[in-house]
């Protein structure tokens, strides 16, 4: 199975690397996304013994773990991102990213920590006969962990240690004694984001099957510092005692970041449940109902002298209802003040063909079918004003895309189809740009890039745009 990450963490600097096939993952892994990440639940032995067998397979793998701090890392740098990016199998790691997958419905992930992992890595490569090499922390401290685990598992085959403070100039002798050692598993410990950072990079130069980045690892196992007692390992608390420990280096980092981690947490459960848009979709109709409440109280001087100006001309309706194309394709009645002739539908099609517009949608100039007093109340848009009633209705909106005729919708292709994604409006994108002006293929374009990134202050922009629009009017026809 490929990893699929969020689109912001794809580059063509950094391809997508091919990880698990999807028969290996309906075996052992339970997939599950958290923050446009896809992770993988399995109990800590599966993992462990997986993770032998690739070694022992030759099939290269690059893991890394992703707790809350990760998430806060990942957003900040985007160097980091791209690494994940190129990571075969993520990992979920403490409480945050338990809570995260609660949130959103994912249900509860294995907590999967590399410090944990490892003895249970050791003793089933220990039996297999693949080797280890341990990358990271001070002088010492990688070599410190191996004998340990040497000491646990006599069998076990450590290929070889370092320290993580080497000098960039040894890189190219450091990765060739990697690869000559024949370990099958690469243990690299520089903390995050600078192990997946350093994996990245070099990630092709390494012969080792398996690469894992495994944090501060080593400084447990090496007894260089001291991990949490069991007990609170259980309540799944060990971030506190780490603070305990180290409280001016682990300060910003637990008691700042969780708190950005829960909130962001929050919003991203909000989005996978669908709740943020039915919360959006419920102030943009309130929104809506209140003002055009007020709009029709504010205007119903300019409404009552529309009215009669139309009514006098020549007797005839002062509204003119057509049927026209809303969200999702339902046909809803558009209310318009009357600005044809009481026979235009029936002389449209004589003029079809001398249309100024191109494509899809009828327009013409000087359309002979106007009356005196629809060419001004066009110019100004005053027609529109009824359509403020289908506002309160519920069956437009005051910003989205203008709805088309069926006529129109029926002439639709590719993916101009996609206008009809969202409530249909009075004014949009490109109504305060040009209206008329601009030829209908743009005006999808612009209509669907709207639906995409809709948020409350881009229809209040709108709404001021439309001012100035309506005053100029340009393309008003």
């Known amino acids: 199975m490929k990893h699929i990450p969020a689109s912001a963490f794809r580059t063509a600097a950094y391809p997508v690397r091919t990880g698990l096939d999807r028969d290996v993952l309906a075996k052992a892994f339970r997939p599950f996304t958290v923050f446009d990440l896809e992770m993988a639940s399995v109990r800590p032995e599966a993992a462990a013994a997986q993770i032998v067998e690739w070694a022992g397979s030759r099939k290269r793998m690059t893991i890394n773990f992703i707790n809350a701090h990760c998430v806060n890392q990942a957003r900040k740098y985007p160097a980091y991102r791209r690494a994940l990016a190129r990571t075969d199998l993520l990992l979920p790691e403490g409480i945050g990213v338990d809570i995260a997958s609660r949130m959103a419905g994912q249900g509860a992930p294995e907590n999967l920590t590399g410090t944990d992992l490892f003895p249970l890595i050791c003793e089933r490569a220990a039996v297999e006969g693949t080797g280890l090499f341990l990358l990271g922390g001070p002088e010492d401290v990688a070599r410190a962990s191996g004998d340990w685990a040497r000491a646990n598992w006599p069998s076990l085959r450590i290929r070889g240690s370092h320290h993580g403070y080497f000098d960039p100039s040894e890189e190219d002798a450091l990765i060739a004694r990697i690869n000559a050692s024949g370990a099958g598993i690469l243990l690299v410990g520089f903390g995050v984001p600078l ?9 092709h130069r390494l012969n ?64 996978l449940r669908g709740i943020d848009t039915r919360i959006g979709a419920a102030a943009k109709r309130t929104f809506d109902v209140v003002a055009a409440s007020l709009a029709l109280l504010a205007l119903m001087p300019l409404l009552v002298l529309t009215t009669l100006a139309i009514w006098s001309e020549d007797r005839g309706p ?75 209705g519920g069956s437009m909106s005051l910003v989205g895309p203008r709805p088309a005729l069926p006529s129109e919708v029926a002439n639709y292709e590719d993916r101009q189809w996609e206008r009809l994604g969202g409530k249909p409006g009075i004014t949009c994108s490109w109504q305060v740009k040009g209206r008329a002006e601009i030829p209908f293929h743009r005006q999808a374009i612009m209509d669907r890039a709207y639906l995409k990134n809709r948020t409350f202050f881009t229809d209040m922009r709108l709404l001021l745009m439309t001012i100035p629009a309506v005053l100029s009017g340009r393309g008003a026809y």
């Open 195 to 203: 192990q997946e950072n350093w994996i990245a990079r070099n990630r």
């Open 208 to 271: 080792v099957p398996v690469v894992i980045g495994v944090g501060g690892l080593f400084d447990y196992y090496s007894g260089r510092i001291k991990r949490a007692p069991l007990a609170i390992r259980n309540l799944r608390c060990e971030w506190m005692w780490r603070l305990a420990m180290e409280p001016r280096r682990m300060a910003r980092r637990y008691l700042i970041g969780n708190v950005t981690f829960l909130f962001h947490a929050a919003l991203e459960a909000m989005r």
């Open 318 to 392: 002062v509204f003119f209802r057509q049927a026209r194309i809303g969200a999702g394709g339902r046909t809803f009645s558009m209310i318009k003040f009357r600005s044809m002739f009481t026979d235009a539908e029936e002389r449209r099609a004589a003029l079809v063909a001398q249309s100024d517009r191109a494509g899809t949608c009828f327009k013409m100039v000087d359309d002979p079918r106007i009356t005196r007093t629809g060419k001004v109340i066009r110019r100004l848009s005053i027609d529109e004003l009824p359509q403020l009633f289908n506002v309160l």
